[in-house]
Each structure stands twice: as structure tokens, then as C-alpha cells.
């Protein structure tokens, strides 16, 4: 995989995560406002909806300790390459600057222009 597809996956992992909290203090707010509505079938939702926010939680914290980690590994490796090849790295860093600075500039020359 490549290495801007890691960062979109990490960023809609952890888009993901912040969902589920969401949907979680939100699920958990619900429940609370329905804690007054008697009945059997109630209760029973009740239940059934604890359980399944539970679940989520569990899978929730799995899914978060992998972003972290694949995080971490990305920042090493990213080091260990530096730390191996800092002219290529420079290199790098100066031909990004560069195509930045083109595209920015041919952006205000377009706006000019208009």
C-alpha cells in the first residue's frame, strides 16, 4: 500500500473512531432520557442496546490502538528512512517545497489574470 493510501485510511480510521464516540455518548443520552418508559419490551431494548454499545466500545478500543500504532510505525519508519538517506530526504523535502511554491505562485498569476 501506498504511502499517501496509509494516510487516507488513517484518516477514515480515525474518522471512524470519533464517529463511534459520538454515536456512543449519543446512544448513552438516549438511554437515559428512556430510563423512565416501563414495560417488558422496553427494558428489553433497553438491554439489548447496553449490550450492542458495549460490543462497540470493546471493538471501538481495538480499532483506535491500531491507528495509534500503525501511527507510531509510521513516524518510524518515516525517522529510520530519514535518519538513513537525509540528502534524499532534503532532496525531497526542497522538490515538494518547490512544486508548492510553483503551484501557489500559477495560482495568484491565475487570479490576476481574472
Do not use: C, H
Request: hydrophobic share 45%; net charge neutral.
Amino acid at each position: 500500500m501506498s504511502s499517501n493510501s496509509n494516510q487516507a485510511a488513517t484518516v477514515t480510521r480515525e474518522k471512524l473512531v470519533e464517529d463511534v464516540k459520538v454515536l456512543t455518548k449519543d446512544v448513552q443520552d438516549l438511554l437515559k432520557a428512556t430510563a423512565s418508559v416501563v414495560g417488558e419490551k422496553a427494558a428489553e431494548a433497553r438491554v439489548k442496546v447496553e449490550e450492542s454499545l458495549k460490543v462497540a466500545q470493546s471493538k471501538l478500543a481495538v480499532v483506535q490502538d491500531d491507528v495509534k500504532a500503525r501511527g507510531r510505525e509510521a513516524v518510524a519508519v518515516t525517522d529510520e528512512y530519514v535518519r538513513d538517506n537525509p540528502w534524499s530526504a532534503v532532496g525531497i523535502a526542497a522538490g515538494v517545497g518547490f512544486l508548492l511554491g510553483l503551484g501557489f505562485a500559477a495560482g495568484t498569476f491565475l487570479r490576476r489574470r481574472d
